[in-house]
C-alpha cells in the first residue's frame, strides 16, 4: 500500500468531514436527511481526486455511518454522556478509515 495515497486520504477526510461541516449541518444531520445529505455530497467532492468510483463507495459508506452515529451522538450529548459521546465520534472515524483500508486493498 502506498503510504502517500494513505496520508492523502486521511487528511482529506479531515478536512471534508471536519473542516467543511458548518455547524449548522453538523447540529441538523441527525434528523434531516436533507443536511445529512448535503454533508455526505460536500464530503465526497474531494474523493474524486481519487475517481468517481472511489467517491462515490465512500460518500455512500460515509452517508450510512453518519446516519447511525450522528443519532446516537446527538442522544449521547443531550443527555450530557460525554465519554460514550467521544466513544461513538472515535467509532465513527474508525469505520471511516476501515473503509478507506477496504477500498485500498481491493484497488477500488
Do not use: E
Not at 447540529?27 to 474523493?47: A, Q, V
Not at 447511525?68 to 459521546?85: A, P
Request: with cysteine; charged share 15%; hydrophobic share 55%.
Amino acid at each position: 500500500m502506498d503510504l502517500t495515497i494513505l496520508f492523502t486520504i486521511v487528511w482529506l477526510h479531515f478536512i471534508a468531514d471536519f473542516v467543511l461541516q458548518p455547524s449548522k449541518i453538523a447540529l441538523n444531520k441527525w434528523n434531516s436527511l436533507r443536511w445529512l445529505g448535503l454533508h455526505c455530497t460536500i464530503y465526497t467532492i474531494p474523493f474524486l481526486y481519487f475517481g468517481l468510483r472511489f467517491a462515490l463507495i465512500t460518500g455512500g459508506a460515509h452517508f450510512i455511518v453518519d446516519f447511525i452515529s450522528s443519532k446516537i451522538t446527538h442522544r449521547l450529548w443531550k443527555d450530557k454522556k460525554v465519554h460514550w459521546f467521544f466513544v461513538t465520534i472515535g467509532w465513527d472515524q474508525a469505520l471511516h478509515m476501515s473503509v478507506f483500508m477496504i477500498l485500498l486493498k481491493y484497488n477500488i
